[in-house]
Each structure stands twice: as C-alpha cells, then as structure tokens.
C-alpha cells in the first residue's frame, strides 16, 4: 500500500524568506515521489521528481526538494520566495514495486507569500 | 507544443442527465488518467489507460461511469444518470509512460449537477 501526508493545509511566508512544504510517505517498496503546483483554475502542473540518484532534486522555478529515507519525507523547499509562488501544493507517490502505475496524491498545501 | 486539452471547460447538467467529458492528451503519451477533484482534496484516480485498453478502472466509483479511449489518444469520460455528488473538477492528464514519468494535466471540466 502506499500514502502520502502533507501536514499543513496552508503555509504562510513573507516574500523573500525561504519556503517550505512538507511531505512525508509510506511506501512497502521504493517511492517514486513528485510535487506538483496547482494555481487557480487551472490544472496541476510539475514541478520536480525524485526516481534514484541524487536525494536534492532541482526542479522548475527555483524549487527543490530533498529525499530523507529514513524519515520517509520529501520536503520542497525554495530559498526566497515570490509573491507569484502562491499557489497550491501537491505531493505524490507511487510505489516502485507495488505493480501499480497509480500515484497517490497529498491533499494539498496552500502557500500563501506575503508581499 | 500543445498540453493536455479538455472540454468543455464547465458544464452545468441536471440530476438525472448524460455527460460525455472529454480529453485530448499529448501526442504520443501512451499513458491517459482520469482523476476527479473536490474542493480542498487532492485529485482522486479515477482510471488509467495505457494505449487503447483500461489498465485499471479501480478508482470508478459505480457502474454509472465509464471511459474509453477508442484508438489510443482522445479519451471520453460518461457519466450516466448523474447525481449531485457528481459535481466537482475532472482532471485528465497523460505521461510518456506509466512508471517513473511525471503527468502533465488539462485545466480540467467543472461539472455541476443540479
């Protein structure tokens, strides 16, 4: 089985400090874990994976997000946020061995930056 | 190049009624989801389609839906005798493939059922 819980329902940061939103997973196999950036009316668009290698990932628009196996998280982060940043936040998992092509999404984080 | 394209962007149907949603991936993503998304709720599977054929249908909530993808790119969602809990986004996105790849989703259709 897999899941994902992102902690926060909504994230507040003024415009230039550093930013993050937090994930955390279960997984029986390894994860496969995505973020994804959802603004008003619109579809959700990606923003970065984490497959294998490197635990720092870098993705779109200066965010980046950091696989910790042991604490099974993958927090995105970004170091001087945008008031255009603003937006809502999605983790997803999906588990490397459990034959299933499905991920399965957090419920969302809204970030709000204040100018 | 073009995203994921969805249609119509809202639409407005009685209790009771037939909606067809529909949903133009990328080319050449082989990979076709459905997902369904309430107000402050992540997007919930509905069915995965890899080429023409329904690869897992498990996240349709009753037999009043159903989705094909006929030649294995535009995709239709219908939804029989709709109910008012039908009403939320339907989201649709695609990938180059069904393991590691990231989807890429449509601005999604509205359905509200009255």
């Known amino acids: 089985a897999q899941s994902v819980a992102q902690p926060e329902d909504q994230v507040n940061v003024a ?6 939103v937090k994930c955390t997973y279960s997984v029986s196999g ?36 950091e696989f910790n196996k042991s604490q099974t998280s993958f927090h995105l982060k970004k170091p001087s946020a945008l008031v255009s940043d603003s937006a809502l936040y999605f983790c997803a ?23 | 190049g073009a995203g994921v394209s969805q249609t119509p962007s809202n639409k407005v149907t009685e ?24 107000l402050g709720q992540g997007p919930e599977f509905l069915i995965y389609f890899q080429g023409t054929g329904a690869a897992d249908d498990s996240g349709l909530p009753n037999d009043r839906f159903f989705a094909v993808r006929p030649e294995g790119s535009v995709s ?3 939804i029989q005798r709709t109910e008012r809990g039908d ?28």
């Open chain 1, 30 to 65: 390894n994860p496969y874990l995505f973020w994804y950036v959802q603004y008003p009316n619109r579809g959700l668009q990606f923003l970065l994976k984490y497959i294998t290698g490197d635990n720092l990932v870098k993705g779109s628009y200066g965010f980046e997000a």
């Open chain 2, 15 to 38: 209790k009771g009624k037939y909606v067809e949603l529909r949903c133009d991936p990328i080319s050449g993503h082989t990979a076709l989801y459905w997902y369904r998304q309430s």
């Open chain 1, 93 to 115: 998992v999906r588990d490397e061995s459990g034959g299933s092509y499905i991920p399965t999404f957090g419920r969302g984080t809204s970030l709000i930056v204040h100018p």
């Open chain 1, 15 to 20: 415009e230039g400090n550093p930013l993050t």
């Open chain 2, 87 to 114: 009403s939320a986004v339907y989201l649709c996105a695609s990938s180059l493939g069904g393991s590691g790849y990231e989807q890429y989703f449509g601005p999604g259709t509205r359905l509200t059922v009255t």
């Open chain 2, 76 to 78: 239709t969602l219908k």
